[in-house]
T-cell receptor, first 115, second 115 residues
Framework: AQSVTQLGSHVSVSEGALVLLRCNYS??????LFWYVQYPNQGLQLLLK????ATLVKGINGFEAEFKKSETSFHLTKPSAHMSDAAEYFC?????????????WGLGTSLAVNP | KAGVTQTPRYLIKTRGQQVTLSCSPI?????VSWYQQTPGQGLQFLFE???????NKGNFPGRFSGRQFSNSRSEMNVSTLELGDSALYLC??????????????FGPGTRLTVL
């Protein structure tokens, strides 16, 4: 069975500092991996996704993530945090084959950006 | 192009009642998925519809049901409401039938409170 673990339910960084949000997955088949962001009182928005092409994936708003098969990780990074990055971030996994390709979600990481 | 719309945005019901939530996908999208989001459980997959057919279902009791119409609009129904059903219900649409692989576009959600 697939699962996703996001390490740290709350992360706090200073404006301009590196953002690192951790995601580890378990999957019996090669997965697709996603990062979504949720701003207060809004739905989720796709930041980026890994679909077995390049292992370093660039997304919107300056975010990127690297797929590391040996570590079963897909951590999200941004070199310099902005106040507008404060939000909830979700990592999700889906198998890239088979009939049951629903998304399995992590519990989320709340990012706070301090001035 | 208009985004995913969900109505109503807020609902207050009492235990034992039933409720129907509505979702209009992005024009041209034929797949609609529903999720329940709670602070303790995070995002949990309810079901997915494509071309009026349920393609996938999560682990929820039979009180939770849904349907999709020929214009791709979808409704979900919860009967005999329980306190634990209080949550944000999110709808997401995507172009094709590939479940979690396709990029999903989320609506703002319906906040259901059960008293």
């Amino acid at each position: 069975a697939q699962s996703v673990t996001q390490l740290g339910s709350h992360v706090s960084v200073s404006e301009g500092a590196l953002v690192l949000l951790r995601c580890n997955y378990s999957s019996s088949v090669p997965p697709y991996l996603f990062w979504y962001v949720q701003y207060p009182n809004q739905g989720l928005q796709l930041l980026l996704k890994y679909t077995s092409a390049a292992t370093l994936v660039k997304g919107i708003n300056g975010f990127e993530a690297e797929f590391k098969k040996s570590e079963t990780s897909f951590h999200l990074t941004k070199p310099s945090a902005h106040m507008s990055d404060a939000a909830e971030y979700f990592c999700a996994v889906s198998p890239n084959a088979g009939n049951n390709r629903k998304l399995i979600w992590g519990l989320g990481t709340s990012l706070a950006v301090n001035p | 192009k208009a985004g995913v719309t969900q109505t109503p945005r807020y609902l207050i019901k009492t235990r034992g009642q039933q409720v129907t939530l509505s979702c209009s996908p992005i024009s041209g999208h034929r797949s609609v998925s529903w999720y329940q989001q709670t602070p303790g459980q995070g995002l949990q997959f309810l079901f997915e519809y494509f071309s009026e057919t349920q393609r996938n279902k999560g682990n929820f009791p039979g009180r939770f049901s849904g349907r999709q119409f020929s214009n791709s609009r979808s409704e979900m129904n919860v009967s005999t409401l329980e306190l634990g059903d209080s949550a944000l219900y999110l709808c997401a649409s995507s172009l094709g039938p590939r479940g979690g692989i396709d990029t999903q576009y989320f609506g703002p959600g319906t906040r259901l409170t059960v008293l």
